[in-house]
């Protein structure tokens, strides 16, 4: 499951740039938060309300436009390589417009549904969601999006991921990082390049594959010091 850190589109200068140790100062102080076991979709997600909400007091976003899981069976023989992963988490295998922002209760293709979630952890447990749903948990992908404003431009900020499985990621409709192999959920795994959030309406849309086990994702805007960014509002619908 350990695998080396890999970022698309050249971000791995990017993890040189931003030193881990100024991520892993912000989250030393986290506790884990730990839930009992599920029924439905709770205790791990409650439905989004109409009022926006800010990121964590880690920074972590977890309001999000969840998909019902897109059966993809494993690839056994090579395993989640870039190649692989890029083909299969791509804008044309998006189930939709890759240029829309979906609502509450839209349909896509195979009669699967988004549904507008908080998360109650500061990982989105996409294996919970599923099996709540009682959807398939192994051999799927799972989309998010998410819409986020922010109340000025900001430049030169990260976005901070953790995934389990594979996972690429889109701000704006262009990739800024992807997370590849078959990879347990590491907070701070992986560190976008430099990017820029706009003045208000910003789009967050990201891809997981997950294989066998669990299956869940993380991310956070930091600043150029590593710390989480707060100042933002996030609303889907």
């Known amino acids: 499951m350990g695998v080396p850190r890999s970022v698309a589109g050249g971000c791995a200068a990017a993890l040189a740039l931003l030193a881990p140790a100024a991520l892993h100062a912000q989250t030393a102080g986290m506790v884990v938060e730990k839930l009992p076991p599920p029924t439905g979709l709770a205790p791990y997600f409650t439905p989004a309300s109409a009022a926006a909400v800010t990121p964590d007091a880690d920074g972590f976003l977890r309001r999000w436009l969840l998909l019902e899981p897109v059966v993809k069976p494993n690839r056994t023989n090579t395993g989640f390589t870039p190649s692989y992963v890029r083909e299969a988490l791509a804008p044309a295998t998006y189930p939709g417009r890759f240029d829309a922002v979906p609502r509450e209760g ?108 669990l299956s869940d994702f993380c991310a956070r805007f930091v600043d150029a010091e590593g710390k989480p960014i707060r100042d933002l509002a996030i609303n889907v619908k």
């Open 106 to 213: 839209d349909s896509a293709a195979g009669g699967l549904r988004w549904h507008a979630l908080d998360s109650a952890l500061f990982d989105v447990k996409l294996f919970y969601l599923a099996q709540g749903l009682g959807k398939p948990t192994y051999g799927v992908i799972f989309w998010a999006v998410t819409v986020i404003d922010a109340p000025r431009e900001m430049r030169g900020v990260r976005l901070a991921l953790g995934s389990n499985s594979a996972s690429r990621w889109w701000l704006n409709g262009s990739e800024v990082a992807g997370l590849y192999g078959d990879r347990r959920m590491v907070m701070d795994d992986v560190v976008s390049r430099p990017i820029t959030l706009r003045k208000g309406r910003n789009i967050l849309r990201g891809a997981v594959m997950n294989g066998p086990g």
